[in-house]
């Protein structure tokens, strides 16, 4: 199966098991931020379960059409920021290009370019499950953008 479906299958099957809003402010997901050299960018946002409402929307390289893509150096460090409180507890990065799907490998909020030059489109999904109750998310959110290695 690939990736973007199993995330989907993941969401759908968290939404099942249990939703809760406690804890969560604000209509929707807060925004999500990718920092690159001390500049900010905002993501945009997705598929999300927020307060009890369900939104799906397009995948990422659809919901981005005609959006334009960040410049970064190869290699570089790409860190994801978010000014909310509580974080999300847990999160999933999956990147597409070429129709190849790679999950991101991602350490204190943070991940390098890829090494090649190219298009990539990512897909950032973050939840807020509950500390003590298995299976009960609070509210989850994909937020996608696209980078463009030189």
């Known amino acids: 199966m690939n990736k973007w479906l199993f995330i989907l299958a993941f969401l759908i099957v968290l939404n099942l098991m249990g ?27 997705g598929t999300y379960c927020w307060k009890g409402t369900c ?25 994801f920021v978010m000014d909310y409180e509580p974080k999300p507890n847990e999160f999933h990065v999956v990147q597409m290009s070429n129709n190849k799907e790679t999950e991101v490998m991602v350490k204190d909020n943070r991940f390098t370019a890829p090494a090649k030059s190219g298009v990539y489109y990512y897909s950032y999904g973050v939840w807020w499950m509950d500390e003590k109750e298995a299976n009960l998310s609070h509210g989850d959110a994909f937020y996608a953008f696209v980078l463009e290695v030189n």
């Not at 001390?38 to 993501?43: A, D, K, Q, V």
């Open 55 to 79: 939104i799906d929307t397009a995948g990422p390289i659809e919901l981005l059409k005609g959006k334009k893509s960040i410049k970064v150096k190869s290699g570089e460090n790409i860190t």
């Open 19 to 45: 939703c809760s809003n406690e804890g969560l402010s604000g209509g929707k997901p807060p925004k999500a931020f990718i920092e690159i050299d001390n500049e900010r960018f905002e993501t945009t946002l």
